[in-house]
């Protein structure tokens, strides 16, 4: 009995996808075939992938992985667990008849070989219809063949267009080479004049040359003219800010004053809130004061704390954003908020609200 014959007949009447999956699962090798086109070609290649499959360490390479597959098969399984009189039942049965087969020639066991292909002889190889010589090369059958034929005509076809494609373009690329050729005497001759004229205007570079130096000369004389006034109104703001701290301190210690008037149990008399960067202004005379800096005023505006616990809201506005500002306005009712461009202006308010008390 031949072996190779009955693994023969079993491949050539395998399903087209089983035969696929046994092709990847054994890492088959095919010369022209990628193993990403092997699940859409497997009709196509079926005789290259039975040669493989026959080869001596690719039929061993299949018996391995059939093996795999009966570990994870129940019904695999059992077929190794069968008496020959069930085998033989199976047998009669197309449909179980190739699965049957695979699992007993895979088997490591001799016995389970012989039976398949007794069972193989007895019941397939001598029907007329089904025999087979091993040496005889695969035949395709005849809808295959003319899928090949039909195929390999699309290719011719494809080709001809190709090549129809690529003289179309070597004809376009021939005429932009002549193209460019002109185009190219056409620049140098350009570049030509173009270096004689500035060969003839050197003069007039020159001059022009000159010209720009005295430009910038003038320019940095008047840069320098800036910068000194630059320098002078920075004193002068230096000057402002020693004026401004003076009063600072004077509203410091108006605060701290405040401060021990509260603690002799005075009763402030308004809750104000000061929006801006005055971290050492606790309070001021008669006025309970809440700090709010610059830094911590986005926190303020997204959260859902309520305005109007304040009597009054005063805001140091140089020193937020306009787009700050545009939101407290929304938030705040007018007249609730007091604006102060200074801190003199801030102090000046505070004494008129004391004056008027």
Same mark, same amino acid.
């Given at each position: 009995?031949?072996?190779?014959?009955?693994?023969k007949w079993i491949f050539a009447h395998m399903d087209a996808n089983d035969l696929?999956?046994?092709?990847?699962?054994?890492?088959?090798?095919?010369?022209?075939f990628r193993k990403k086109t092997l699940q859409k070609n497997v009709v196509f290649m079926k005789p290259q992938i039975i040669k493989g499959f026959l080869e001596s +360490?690719?039929?061993?390479?299949? /018996? &391995?992985?059939?093996?795999?597959?009966? $570990? #994870?098969?129940k019904e695999c399984s059992a077929y190794l667990q069968m008496k020959e009189e069930e085998l033989a039942k199976l047998m009669e049965s197309e449909e179980k008849r190739i699965g049957l087969l695979k699992v007993l020639l895979a088997s490591e066991d001799e016995k389970k070989q012989k039976a398949g292909k007794k069972l193989f002889y007895e019941c397939i190889a001598?029907?007329?219809?089904?025999?087979?010589?091993?040496d005889e090369p695969e035949e395709v059958a005849d809808e295959e063949v003319h899928a090949l034929k039909k195929t390999i005509k699309d290719q011719e076809v494809k080709l001809n267009k190709k090549e129809k494609k690529i003289?179309?373009?070597?004809?376009?690329?021939? +005429?932009?080479?002549?193209?460019? /050729? &002109?185009?190219?005497?056409?620049?140098? $001759? #350009?570049r030509k004049e173009l270096q004689k004229m500035v060969q003839s205007k050197s003069e007039e570079f020159k001059k022009l040359g000159e010209s720009y130096a005295d430009k910038l000369?003038?320019?940095?004389?008047?840069?320098?003219?800036?910068?000194?006034?630059?320098?002078?109104?920075?004193?002068?703001?230096?000057?402002e800010m020693d004026h401004i701290k003076e009063q600072y301190k004077a509203l410091k210690m108006a605060t701290e004053e405040a401060a021990a008037g509260t603690a002799n149990g005075q009763v402030a008399s308004k809750h104000i809130a000061l929006i801006g960067n005055a971290k050492n202004w606790s309070m001021h005379p008669n006025h309970q004061l809440t700090l709010i800096g610059s830094e911590q005023l986005d926190e303020w505006l997204e959260s859902e704390e309520s305005w109007d616990e304040y009597d009054e809201v005063w805001l140091?506005?140089?020193d937020i954003t306009p787009g700050?500002?545009?939101?407290?306005?929304?938030?705040?009712?007018?007249?609730?908020?007091k604006e102060f461009q200074t801190m003199n202006a801030l102090a000046k308010y505070v004494d008129q609200l004391e004056a008027s008390r």
């Open positions: 009995m031949n072996e190779k014959a009955v693994w696929a999956y046994l092709a990847e699962d054994t890492n088959l090798q095919l010369k022209g +360490k690719g039929l061993q390479k299949v /018996k &391995k992985s059939i093996r795999d597959h009966v $570990k #994870e098969c001598n029907e007329q219809e089904h025999g087979i010589k091993v003289a179309e373009l070597q004809q376009q690329l021939s +005429k932009k080479e002549n193209e460019w /050729k &002109k185009e190219k005497a056409k620049w140098e $001759k #350009e000369a003038h320019l940095e004389k008047s840069y320098k003219e800036k910068l000194a006034n630059a320098k002078n109104q920075i004193e002068g703001y230096k000057l140091l506005k140089y700050r500002f545009r939101k407290l306005k929304n938030q705040i009712e007018k007249g609730h908020l």
